[in-house]
């Protein structure tokens, strides 16, 4: 059986919800994951500013790449956010986001990770999130 990250790097894009966002998969490896989010008018709030929920979703699904990156398929395949806790630190006007994901501690069943938003521009940060992410 393939590795579970590559499985879920193929599959990611055209999950519903990841397809309505738009983002893509720039870079995986064990423990780690790296997405863009294409700037996209109707996903802000206003003054072409993302909506906070947006920066949010960019930091959940990225910190559950990387909790499947490197993952064993034989240790379980069921998964979910159990936890998620998010900083924004400012504002994404009109730009294109790269979230990048690190699973910095695996349990028997927990994954914790840390993420980072910034421009893909300017680098200027956007946001910070930590996630626990279960796969069982």
Known sequence: MADAGEMIAKMY???PFQKLLGIQVLEMAPDRAKVLLPFRADLTGSQSVYHGGVV????????????W?????AKGMKASTVTLTVQFLSAAQGEDLVAEGRAVKRGKELIFCDIDVHSKTSGKHIATGVLVYRIA
């Open 13 to 15: 894009p055209s999950i």
């Open 69 to 73: 990156s490197g993952h064993d398929p």
């Open 56 to 67: 949010s979703s960019l930091i959940d699904l990225t910190g559950a790449l990387a909790a």
